[in-house]
């Protein structure tokens, strides 16, 4: 079965610092990859996606991610976050084989100290 | 505009009533879903339509029954509630064979039972 890993259940980090969210998922053939975050108290936005093509993905924000097939890794990055990027993030994966269904990795929350 | 948005916000009901949420999106997507979101913020599946028709149906209890009048409302009915259906519920979006199925979601719905 397919499953979404993302290993870092809460990250605290200073403004200013870098970050990096893992994440690891669990299938072989073509699939779709997502970050998802969700500020406090809100619905979940999408922040950036990987569907083909060059594998460094940007999104909104500044955030961006990089799909490592041969690790079966899409890991966020954010060279310099900001208090407002306090939120829980989410990473997911859509296989092709699975037409529509996305799987949601267990999300990461993430304290940003001003 | 509210793209997918839901309703009631908030429902606090007793154990054992019986109580519905509702779910309309004005983006033509011809594929919604109902998640359940516990208090862990893990993000699970329950139910996905397309065009009206069931396509997902994940392990839910029997008595949470969804309902689709068209392709842009999917209302989720549960029967007599219990302690452990309390949790967010996010109704979602896509657009089938639409690049990368991306979803999206309405604020949620958080259900206490008591």
């Known amino acids: 079965a397919q499953s979404v890993s993302q290993h870092n259940h809460h990250v605290i980090l200073s403004e200013a610092a870098s970050l990096e969210l893992g994440c690891n998922y669990s299938?072989?053939?073509?699939?779709?990859l997502f970050w998802y975050v969700q500020y406090p108290g809100q619905h979940l936005q999408l922040l950036l996606k990987?569907?083909?093509?060059?594998?460094l993905v940007k999104g909104i924000k500044g955030f961006e991610a990089e799909f490592i097939k041969s690790k079966f890794s899409f890991n966020l990055r954010k060279p310099s976050v900001q208090w407002s990027d306090t939120a829980e993030y989410f990473c997911a994966v859509r296989s092709y084989s699975s037409a529509s269904k996305i799987i949601f990795g267990s999300g990461t929350r993430l304290s940003i100290r001003p | 505009d509210t793209a997918v948005s839901q309703t009631p916000k908030y429902l606090v009901t007793q154990m054992g009533n019986d109580k519905s949420i509702k779910c309309e999106q004005n983006?033509?997507?011809?594929?919604m879903y109902w998640y359940k979101q516990d208090s862990k913020k893990f993000l699970k599946i329950m139910f996905s339509?397309?065009?009206?028709?069931?396509?997902i149906n994940e392990t839910v209890p029997n008595r949470f029954s969804p309902k689709s009048p068209d392709k842009a409302h999917l209302n989720l009915h549960i029967n007599s509630l219990e302690l452990g259906d309390s949790a967010v519920y996010f109704c979602?979006?896509?657009?089938?064979?639409?690049?990368?199925?991306?979803?999206?979601f309405g604020p949620g719905t958080r259900l206490t039972v008591t």
């Open positions: 979602a979006s896509s657009q089938a064979g639409q690049g990368s199925y991306e979803q999206y």
């Open positions: 990987y569907f083909s093509g060059d594998p």
């Open positions: 339509y397309n065009n009206k028709e069931l396509i």
């Open positions: 299938y072989g053939g073509t699939v779709n």
């Open positions: 983006l033509g997507h011809d594929t």
